[in-house]
């Protein structure tokens, strides 16, 4: 080998010696861009033998066909230097076809309409033009050196050119022009013995494909099929073995994974890549834009199942079917406490939960190993750094490593592994990245997510140049980040949620490949020097221009103005911006200090957000009104039309906020800790002067929630004509389902409701009736005087924060009325710090309630219930509760002897009630005899409870 290798070296020698000597010149443009602009001019007589293929394809164009069409595509395909653009020419200057299309000056938008798109040209402009121009008219487009076989693509076009009108007739014409087509389907349908999942599967493999291909099909693609309970396998089998090598490659690698493993889309398409089984499809296509090509074709051809999206609609986790395990190579093996030995084709290694260990010897043959553990028990140290650095010189060969939550705290050589291109190494105990880990040039992939006490990263860490993918997320002790962050221009995805940034790194606005960017903070802390080592500034985010998804901005008090502007607004594909001034709050500082350092108003001009955003956040903004970024009217319909979620959060000073109650897909409105507004819209400066419809109000709003709003008194300031009052008398929000008015004191008109589901109220002197013959699905209140407002039945009920009642009973005027009898299934009481006893006339009336729940009520004793021995309130439920929850009533000393009697009470929750916690415990406990019959019980203390908080945020 040594040979060769010295051989090739002299034979490039000796190129680069001819190179100079000759003075030769590097051409560096692709291949494929060499070629000169084709024009329609071509002199017939220099072409020879064309004639019969020029009939041929005028006949395609123009001939009878049976189908009703209102434009056709026809394909000349062959390899380079056939004729195939000669041909074009031919067909194009012929009389014929110029007799059938006279206007021969046809050139994509710019001839038709005299106007030249530019970048900023929206595909509705493109088309409006189009339509100008060209409806009812016949037109001629020829495409040349088109290197596309996407037949979505392909249609989209379709779509594009037909201005609007209906390609086909869709009704009866096509049904009786397919009489044949319909028949074959209807066969295949029977031999899918009419399972969805097999029709589905393999309608997704004949979509597209001619009718010899149905036909085809019909007779022999279903061979070797039987009816039985594996039918559906052999059909998913069947359709595997139709896909092209890299989608092969890229499922029968999910065999890696257990049955019912949550596969995360963008895990797998790391892994994917990692592994090199991605063939790009067009050969414009990034290689992760062909990864989710990939998955998305595995997803419509139902390799995968049960899939669940995120808030934007993207895929985020799916299962496979079993059919993954019976397709899985010889190269793929699943470690399990029963595994003594693994095959030696073996090259792909998952070792189940608890079964890592160093007793396999794999030597230099694996490319891909991956053991992830206990995250509860990852506290606790599980995996020997030293012996795992023991055996990376037998991993030799690894592209891909996962030891995901073992508890690792160093891994010194890490480096070794030269050829590593995924690197997994979340929820472990490092401290601290060995610097090794910069001689990895091939890593594509760096997992360190919930690495709690990493602090750093290595100096050199710019050395990872084919870093693409980052996540830093939840580690919470990192700090900073080292300079020449702005060297890795490969990174598509760099998530540093959680981390507590005082600054970005300097230069990310050279990162213009970055899609995915969770988190951009700056100005957390004073700068210490002038030459701003390691601090990002706002006008970094401006070349952002690839950003997708979501993204937070925290912008600290020490931030200063850098003389940049429109820092989002170019920022197109992002469709979810908050920008917060409230970091300091979450760790420990007081939010309401401000030392004037920070000029809110004008870095606010400078975050104008992108007008296709649909949910925006605004959180400890100091500033008085919100900027109209150079817009006549303060109306969000106008500029950021698409809003669905809009929240406003701890702006203590803000006066005045936008018209938003025309925004026509808003359905979310969140505002909080508004110190100092006082009405929600100023009539005089938003009146509906440009047409647009008055009446309308929150077409679409379904959430509304306003707390703390201590100035607020109603939703419009009274400063118009009686016309205008009268008018806004009769709006009404049509589609609320929930609405929450908490701590609103001065709040003295509010429009109507309509048909609510869930209402809150606490703090809220002047409220209306609800209004509609509705059920109220929720109702969350804390006086109980408002509930005789409370027009409309409840079925759940949740009192809180009274500090007044004493007893149940002061509620039985309320309960014994028909809409709480009949109707309530739940109530839930909750901190009211003198609620020492149920009562008597109180719950004894909700005889159909279902659920009964107690939290943080510090005096509440069932003792005080048990002197008159009656066994009420708890006798009127026995036939219809079945579920109780006491959380954290520290009074309660014992269970009520009427427990016994609760015949249909199936659930019981206790949880921080020490005393009854004694009392309840199996077998001797004393009030164990009262709920031994209860089938489901949980009773526990705190700190099992905060084992489960933390687990869920990892997970």
Same mark, same amino acid.
């Given at each position: 080998?040594?040979?060769?290798? &010295? *051989?090739?070296?002299?034979?490039?020698?000796?190129?680069?010696?001819?190179?100079?000597?000759?003075?030769?010149?590097?051409?560096?443009?692709?291949?494929?861009?060499?070629?000169?602009?084709?024009?329609?001019?071509?002199?017939?007589?220099?072409?020879?033998?064309? /004639?019969?293929?020029?009939?041929?394809?005028?006949?395609?164009?123009?001939?009878?066909?049976?189908?009703?069409?209102?434009?056709?595509?026809?394909?000349? !395909?062959?390899?380079?230097?056939?004729?195939?653009?000669?041909?074009?020419?031919?067909?194009?200057?012929?009389?014929?076809?110029?007799?059938?299309?006279?206007?021969?000056?046809?050139?994509?938008?710019?001839?038709?309409?005299?106007?030249?798109?530019?970048?900023?040209?929206?595909?509705?402009?493109?088309?409006?033009?189009?339509?100008?121009?060209?409806?009812?008219?016949?037109?001629?487009?020829?495409?040349?050196?088109?290197?596309?076989?996407?037949?979505?693509?392909?249609?989209?076009?379709?779509?594009?050119?037909?201005?609007?009108?209906?390609?086909?007739? &869709?009704?009866?014409?096509?049904?009786?022009?397919?009489? /044949?087509?319909?028949? =074959?389907?209807?066969?295949? !349908?029977?031999?899918?013995?009419?399972?969805?999942?097999?029709?589905?599967?393999?309608?997704?493999?004949?979509?597209? #494909?001619?009718?010899?291909?149905? #036909?085809?099909?019909?007779?022999?693609?279903?061979?070797?099929?039987?009816?039985?309970?594996?039918?559906?396998?052999?059909?998913?089998?069947?359709?595997?073995?139709?896909?092209?090598?890299?989608?092969?490659?890229?499922?029968?690698?999910?065999?890696?994974?257990?049955?019912?493993?949550?596969?995360? @889309?963008?895990?797998?398409?790391?892994?994917?890549?990692?592994?090199?089984?991605?063939?790009?499809?067009?050969?414009?296509?990034?290689?992760?834009?062909?990864?989710?090509?990939?998955?998305?074709?595995?997803?419509?051809?139902?390799?995968?199942?049960?899939?669940?999206?995120?808030?934007?609609? *993207?895929? /985020?986790?799916?299962?496979?079917?079993?059919?993954?395990?019976?397709?899985?190579?010889?190269?793929?093996?699943?470690?399990?406490?029963?595994?003594?030995?693994?095959?030696?084709?073996?090259?792909?290694?998952?070792?189940?939960?608890?079964?890592?260990?160093?007793?396999?010897?794999?030597?230099?043959?694996?490319?891909?190993?991956?053991?992830?553990?206990?995250?509860?028990?990852?506290?606790?140290?599980?995996?020997?750094?030293?012996?795992?650095?023991?055996?990376?010189?037998?991993? =030799?060969?690894? @592209?891909?490593?996962?030891?995901?939550?073992?508890?690792?705290?160093?891994?010194?050589?890490?480096?070794?592994?030269?050829?590593?291109?995924?690197?997994?190494?979340?929820?472990?105990?490092?401290?601290?990245?060995?610097?090794?880990?910069?001689?990895?040039?091939?890593?594509?992939?760096?997992?360190?997510?919930?690495?709690?006490?990493?602090?750093?990263?290595?100096?050199?860490?710019?050395?990872?140049?084919?870093?693409?993918?980052?996540?830093?997320?939840?580690?919470?002790?990192?700090?900073?980040?080292?300079?020449?962050?702005?060297?890795?221009?490969?990174?598509?995805?760099?998530?540093?949620?959680?981390?507590?940034?005082?600054?970005?790194?300097?230069?990310?606005?050279?990162?213009?490949?970055?899609?995915?960017?969770?988190?951009?903070?700056?100005?957390?802390?004073?700068? !210490?020097?002038?030459?701003?080592?390691?601090?990002?500034?706002?006008?970094?985010?401006?070349?952002?221009?690839?950003?997708?998804?979501?993204?937070?901005?925290?912008?600290?008090?020490?931030?200063?103005?850098?003389?940049?502007?429109?820092?989002?607004?170019?920022?197109?594909?992002?469709?979810?911006?908050?920008?917060?001034?409230?970091?300091?709050? @979450?760790?420990?500082?007081?939010?309401?200090?401000?030392?004037?350092?920070?000029?809110?108003?004008?870095?606010?001009?400078?975050?104008?957000?992108?007008?296709?955003?649909?949910?925006?956040?605004?959180?400890?903004?100091?500033?008085?009104?919100?900027?109209?970024?150079?817009?006549?009217?303060?109306?969000?319909?106008?500029?950021?039309?698409?809003?669905?979620?809009?929240?406003?959060?701890?702006?203590?000073?803000?006066? #005045?906020?936008?018209?938003?109650?025309?925004?026509?897909?808003?359905?979310?409105?969140?505002?909080?800790?508004?110190?100092?507004?006082?009405?929600?819209?100023?009539?005089?400066?938003?009146?509906?002067?440009?047409?647009?419809?008055?009446?309308?109000?929150?077409?679409?709003?379904?959430?509304?929630?306003?707390?703390?709003?201590?100035?607020?008194?109603?939703?419009?300031?009274?400063?118009?004509?009686?016309?205008?009052?009268?008018?806004?008398?009769?709006?009404?929000?049509?589609?609320?389902?929930?609405?929450?008015?908490?701590?609103?004191?001065?709040?003295?008109?509010?429009?109507?409701?309509?048909?609510?589901?869930?209402?809150?109220?606490?703090?809220?002197?002047?409220?209306?009736?609800?209004?509609?013959?509705?059920?109220?699905?929720?109702?969350?209140?804390?006086?109980?005087?408002?509930?005789?407002?409370?027009?409309?039945?409840?079925?759940?009920?949740?009192?809180?924060?009274?500090?007044?009642?004493?007893?149940?009973? /002061?509620?039985?005027?309320?309960?014994?009325?028909?809409?709480?009898?009949?109707?309530?299934?739940?109530?839930?009481?909750?901190?009211?710090?003198?609620?020492?006893?149920?009562?008597?006339?109180?719950?004894?009336?909700?005889?159909?309630?279902?659920?009964?729940?107690?939290?943080?009520?510090?005096?509440?004793?069932?003792?005080?219930?048990?002197?008159?021995?009656?066994?009420?309130?708890?006798?009127?439920?026995?036939?219809?509760?079945?579920?109780?929850? $006491?959380?954290?009533?520290?009074?309660?000393?014992?269970?009520?002897?009427?427990?016994?009697?609760?015949?249909?009470?199936?659930?019981?929750?206790?949880?921080?009630?020490?005393?009854?916690?004694?009392?309840?415990?199996?077998?001797?406990?004393?009030?164990?005899?009262? $709920?031994?019959?209860?089938?489901?019980?949980?009773?526990?203390?705190?700190?099992?409870?905060?084992?489960?908080?933390?687990?869920?945020?990892?997970?």
């Amino acid at each position: 080998m040594s040979r060769q290798v &010295k *051989d090739i070296k002299e034979q490039l020698d000796t190129i680069v010696s001819n190179h100079h000597k000759f003075g030769l010149s590097v051409d560096y443009n692709p291949i494929c861009r060499r070629r000169e602009e084709t024009c329609s001019y071509v002199d017939a007589g220099d072409i020879i033998g064309r /004639e019969d293929d020029k009939k041929v394809v005028i006949d395609m164009l123009l001939g009878p066909n049976d189908v009703h069409e209102s434009f056709r595509f026809v394909t000349i !395909v062959g390899v380079g230097g056939l004729g195939k653009t000669a041909l074009a020419q031919l067909v194009y200057n012929d009389n014929e076809v110029e007799a059938k299309f006279p206007d021969p000056k046809l050139k994509v938008v710019e001839l038709v309409s005299g106007k030249r798109p530019d970048d900023t040209s929206s595909m509705e402009f493109v088309q409006k033009q189009f339509q100008e121009q060209l409806r009812e008219k016949k037109y001629l487009l020829v495409l040349d050196d088109v290197w596309n076989e996407d037949c979505e693509k392909w249609r989209n076009l379709c779509r594009f050119l037909i201005l609007g009108q209906e390609a086909f007739d &869709k009704g009866e014409h096509e049904h009786a022009n397919h009489l /044949e087509l319909v028949e =074959i389907g209807k066969k295949i !349908v029977e031999k899918c013995y009419n399972i969805p999942l097999a029709i589905k599967v393999v309608g997704s493999l004949l979509f597209g #494909q001619h009718m010899n291909k149905w #036909q085809t099909f019909e007779h022999s693609g279903f061979a070797g099929i039987g009816k039985g309970d594996n039918e559906i396998m052999s059909i998913l089998k069947l359709s595997y073995h139709n896909l092209r090598p890299s989608l092969k490659n890229c499922f029968s690698y999910c065999a890696l994974f257990p049955k019912d493993y949550r596969l995360k @889309r963008k895990e797998l398409i790391s892994l994917w890549i990692a592994q090199g089984y991605i063939a790009s499809l067009d050969r414009d296509q990034s290689i992760e834009d062909a990864a989710e090509e990939h998955f998305l074709i595995l997803v419509r051809r139902c390799f995968f199942q049960d899939v669940e999206k995120d808030e934007y609609g *993207d895929i /985020e986790y799916v299962k496979m079917h079993d059919v993954a395990q019976e397709v899985g190579r010889e190269e793929i093996g699943v470690v399990s406490s029963n595994t003594t030995k693994l095959g030696d084709k073996v090259r792909h290694v998952n070792f189940a939960r608890g079964t890592f260990s160093q007793s396999y010897s794999f030597k230099s043959k694996i490319r891909s190993l991956i053991s992830r553990g206990d995250f509860l028990s990852g506290f606790q140290v599980l995996g020997d750094s030293v012996a795992v650095d023991a055996q990376i010189d037998s991993w =030799i060969g690894l @592209r891909v490593l996962c030891l995901q939550s073992i508890g690792i705290k160093r891994l010194d050589s890490i480096g070794n592994l030269l050829h590593l291109r995924y690197l997994d190494l979340s929820n472990s105990q490092l401290q601290a990245l060995s610097d090794s880990i910069t001689r990895l040039h091939n890593l594509q992939t760096l997992d360190l997510t919930y690495c709690i006490h990493l602090r750093e990263l290595p100096k050199d860490f710019s050395k990872l140049v084919k870093l693409r993918y980052l996540d830093l997320s939840g580690c919470s002790d990192l700090s900073g980040m080292p300079s020449g962050m702005d060297k890795l221009i490969n990174l598509r995805h760099f998530d540093l949620i959680r981390c507590d940034l005082s600054s970005m790194p300097s230069g990310m606005g050279k990162l213009t490949n970055l899609r995915v960017l969770p988190l951009f903070v700056v100005g957390m802390e004073t700068r !210490v020097s002038t030459e701003e080592q390691c601090m990002g500034e706002l006008k970094d985010l401006k070349p952002l221009t690839n950003l997708k998804g979501g993204i937070v901005i925290e912008i600290g008090k020490f931030y200063k103005n850098d003389g940049g502007e429109e820092y989002l607004k170019g920022l197109k594909y992002l469709t979810k911006v908050e920008i917060s001034f409230l970091k300091p709050i @979450r760790f420990g500082y007081n939010a309401d200090e401000d030392d004037g350092c920070l000029e809110w108003e004008d870095v606010m001009e400078k975050l104008e957000p992108p007008s296709n955003l649909k949910i925006f956040s605004l959180c400890g903004y100091m500033g008085t009104t919100i900027p109209w970024w150079g817009r006549a009217l303060d109306n969000w319909a106008l500029s950021l039309p698409l809003l669905v979620e809009i929240n406003l959060l701890y702006c203590k000073n803000l006066e #005045q906020i936008p018209s938003l109650s025309k925004l026509c897909n808003l359905k979310s409105l969140r505002l909080e800790h508004l110190k100092k507004l006082e009405y929600m819209e100023n009539t005089s400066s938003n009146n509906a002067n440009e047409g647009e419809d008055f009446t309308a109000f929150f077409p679409s709003l379904k959430l509304l929630y306003i707390h703390d709003l201590g100035s607020l008194k109603g939703w419009w300031r009274e400063d118009d004509d009686d016309d205008d009052r009268i008018l806004r008398s009769s709006f009404t929000f049509p589609r609320l389902s929930e609405l929450d008015i908490i701590n609103c004191p001065k709040l003295t008109s509010f429009p109507s409701r309509g048909s609510l589901e869930d209402l809150g109220l606490d703090e809220v002197d002047c409220f209306g009736n609800s209004q509609g013959n509705v059920v109220l699905r929720e109702l969350l209140i804390d006086d109980g005087g408002l509930l005789n407002l409370i027009n409309s039945p409840v079925n759940e009920l949740h009192i809180f924060w009274n500090e007044k009642v004493e007893s149940l009973s /002061e509620y039985g005027d309320v309960f014994r009325k028909y809409k709480y009898t009949s109707y309530l299934r739940s109530l839930r009481i909750s901190h009211c710090s003198n609620l020492r006893r149920l009562g008597r006339g109180g719950l004894e009336h909700l005889t159909a309630l279902e659920s009964l729940e107690f939290i943080k009520n510090d005096q509440l004793s069932f003792s005080e219930d048990e002197v008159d021995d009656d066994g009420m309130p708890w006798k009127s439920l026995q036939h219809c509760l079945r579920s109780l929850s $006491i959380n954290n009533c520290r009074a309660i000393k014992s269970l009520p002897e009427s427990m016994r009697n609760l015949a249909s009470l199936q659930n019981l929750v206790i949880v921080r009630c020490p005393e009854i916690q004694k009392r309840c415990k199996e077998p001797d406990g004393e009030d164990w005899p009262k $709920i031994q019959r209860i089938p489901n019980q949980s009773i526990h203390s705190a700190l099992k409870q905060i084992a489960i908080y933390i687990f869920t945020l990892n997970f």
